[in-house]
């Protein structure tokens, strides 16, 4: 039988302790031999979670096991959790490849092909599912206590600021605290003193904020800036000292609730009544917060009053590729 191995790991931590992706390899090609398959291909998955399917090299997988010249016979795995950590997903996932005659065999957890074994398969992954929850549950806890220390969670530091190494040991080697970067936070008061008094006049709003960096020379981490990169810091109250964790779920991107959220106080970039000010006239600039200013605004005529009289809606201009309306 010709195979195809997935290997996984969600994190280094796991290659850490044992479950690593040559771990993987060696034992399933180990296994292969043993039964007497051949190995056609091998797809590794670095630092992903199998609780969806946003996985490059699963996606990769499925498509050639899909394709018309299907090069092997079955997907193997070292278990089913590094398939999918997710019930419904294993279920539908494995349902596509029994569609075009291609077996999904763990060799840590062996199964028949009937259906007592689609069964206890299912009772494994439901198991896996709940086991990945709680696992989030307990990183989650994990991080807030950290931030809840003064510490930083996160890959890449906010700009303006530097994640340095601390002495103190983590979970995942030494702990770390954001420190301004000499070089990004004066391009961080630059912005504020912009949005605050432009260039003396009036204050600047935030595209022509861009468009004087660019113009400068100045780069955001070697890209050119654009209208959301200078929002973001504007609108971000780490740059006055504090820095907010736990706002936003990462899976479903819904904001939590604000007693959910973990200040951390951190060294400002800039005054926090400076922050206040440039939002101050942010607000009173902002044309979705002034309706006079959007009415004075608008191509159309009696904006805002024309409403139908069915249904009560507003009017609305819309434009057509054609060029009517």
């Not at 090069?71 to 959790?81: E, G």
């Not at 209208?227 to 609108?235: E, H, L, T, Y």
């Not at 990462?250 to 007693?259: K, L």
Request: proline fraction near 3%.
């Amino acid at each position: 039988m010709k195979l195809a191995l997935y290997v996984r790991v969600s994190t280094v931590r796991q290659a850490d302790e044992g479950v690593s992706i040559d771990g993987q390899v060696n034992q399933l090609m180990a296994w292969a031999q043993r039964e007497g398959h051949e190995v056609i291909e091998v797809y590794r998955e670095l630092g992903v979670s199998a609780t969806d399917d946003r996985r490059p090299e699963f996606r990769r997988m499925m498509a050639d096991a899909t394709s018309p010249d299907r090069p092997f016979d079955a997907v193997v795995v070292f278990s089913l959790s590094r398939f999918f950590r997710d019930a419904y997903g294993l279920a539908n996932y494995e349902k596509q490849l029994r569609r075009v005659k291609v077996k999904l065999i763990s060799i840590t957890q062996q199964t028949s092909e009937d259906e007592a074994g689609q069964m206890v398969r299912q009772i494994l992954a439901s198991f896996d599912e709940y086991q990945s929850k709680e696992n989030g549950k307990n990183v989650r806890r994990s991080m807030v206590e950290n931030a809840q220390q003064g510490f930083f969670n996160g890959s890449r530091a906010p700009f303006g600021y530097t994640a340095v190494k601390t002495d103190v040991k983590g979970r995942a080697g030494f702990k770390r605290r954001l420190e301004p970067n000499a070089i990004e936070a004066e391009a961080v008061r630059t912005i504020f003193k912009l949005a605050i008094a432009g260039d003396g006049s009036e204050p600047w709003g935030i595209k022509r904020i861009a468009a004087e960096l660019n113009r400068r020379g100045e780069t955001f981490r070697g890209k050119e800036w654009t209208r959301q990169m200078v929002w973001n810091i504007v609108s971000t109250t780490t740059y006055h000292g504090e820095h907010i964790f736990n706002r936003r779920d990462t899976r479903s991107g819904e904001f939590r609730q604000d007693g959910e959220w973990v200040i951390t106080k951190v060294p400002p970039i800039v005054s926090k009544e400076d922050w206040e000010k440039a939002a101050a006239l942010r607000a009173e600039r902002a044309p979705g917060g002034n309706t006079e200013h959007r009415a004075a605004a608008s191509p159309t005529l009696l904006p805002g009053l024309a409403k139908c009289a069915h249904c009560g809606a507003g009017f609305v201009l819309v434009s057509g590729k054609g060029g009517t309306y």
